[in-house]
């Protein structure tokens, strides 16, 4: 079994900005990093503006897990999932092996919220969350024109002109009646609107999807409202929810520390 004083579980950018910070406090500290990805450092705002340039998901990779081990003097175990923690004993059971920590800071940020969609839609309805999803979705795109965002929130939208610039065909269909609701007031999401219209976005508003057929590779939506579109992939951005690994435990060890009882468990 490996020792190591911090454990910090993701390769975030929590995760790789909190070691760069306690590398700089303490040039000494053991600390292992784990990731269930390839661990490589990029910015995930890239994940949703590189598809225009039809980039490879390799090209967004700003430093390898390799290079960042060596960068901050830590050890990075790649493609390394959490599977249980057993705070009581300061372990954690990862694919990997069992890992003994001093301070473990979970650091996994949140997963794409699934939406349940009819049976027709399946196999074609795409999250982006990391290079991975990115790396598929890109290759999933070729041969395609038609492309449907759901959700019209900054992931969104962002991808609703990353994709038209790239010359698809783009629909966005979103509960909400403009764009960046949660964010931006009613004349400013008009403006934006008719900016993303003239590169040839179109909207359905207040509506989701009821039903859908899927007829020599062409899906035909059915929304709510009664309208009707024909797609052929979705990107599926409504929103993110706490990473399912390791949750019930996470908010417990959360629940702990708030409490005193456990100096040692961290969580952000
Ligand atoms: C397409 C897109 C565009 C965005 N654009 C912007 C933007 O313009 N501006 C902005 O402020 N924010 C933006 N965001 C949001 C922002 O990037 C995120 O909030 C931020 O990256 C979250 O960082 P994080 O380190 O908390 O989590 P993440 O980057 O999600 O990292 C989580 C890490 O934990 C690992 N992990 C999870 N579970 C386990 C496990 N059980 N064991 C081991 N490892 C595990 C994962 O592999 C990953 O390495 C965007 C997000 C997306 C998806």
Redesign the pocket.
Request: proline share 4%.
């Given at each position: 079994m490996t020792h190591y004083h911090t454990l910090i579980?993701?390769?975030?950018?929590?995760?790789?900005?909190l070691a760069k910070e306690l590398r700089k406090l303490d040039p000494d500290r053991s600390i292992c990093l784990?990731?269930?990805?390839s661990?490589d450092y990029y910015?995930?705002?890239?994940?949703?503006n590189g598809f225009s340039k039809q980039k490879n998901a390799s090209d967004l990779v700003q430093k390898t897990a390799a290079q960042m081990a060596a960068e901050l003097h830590i050890e990075v175990w790649p493609y390394?999932?959490?599977?249980q923690i057993k705070p009581e004993l300061h372990q954690v059971l990862?694919n990997k092996g069992l890992i003994q920590y001093q301070q473990l800071v979970?650091?996994?940020?949140?997963?794409?919220v699934k939406l349940l969609l009819p049976a027709a839609t399946e196999g074609l309805v795409w999250s982006?969350?990391?290079l991975a999803d990115?790396q598929h979705f890109l290759q999933q795109s070729q041969n395609k024109q038609k492309i449907t965002v759901l959700g019209a929130g900054?992931?969104g939208i962002?991808?609703a002109n990353d994709l038209a610039a790239a010359g698809f065909q783009v629909s966005v269909i979103a509960l909400e009646h403009q764009p960046l609701a949660q964010l931006l007031p009613p004349a400013l999401g008009e403006l934006l609107q008719q900016q993303l219209t003239a590169l040839g976005v179109e909207f359905y508003w207040g509506a989701s999807i009821k039903d859908a057929q899927l007829a020599q590779q062409q899906l035909h939506l059915q929304l709510t409202d009664g309208r009707n579109l024909t797609t052929e992939l979705i990107l599926s951005?409504v929103g993110?929810a706490k990473?399912?690994?390791?949750d019930a435990r996470r908010d417990r060890l959360r629940q702990r520390y708030k409490s005193g009882s456990d100096s040692g468990n961290f969580s952000?």
């Open positions: 579980v993701g390769a975030g950018y929590a995760g790789y900005s784990i990731s269930s990805d661990a910015s995930k705002p890239l994940l949703s390394c999932s959490a599977e990862t979970l650091a996994t940020g949140a997963s794409p982006v969350n990391d990115y900054l992931v962002e991808y951005a993110k990473a399912a690994a390791c952000r």
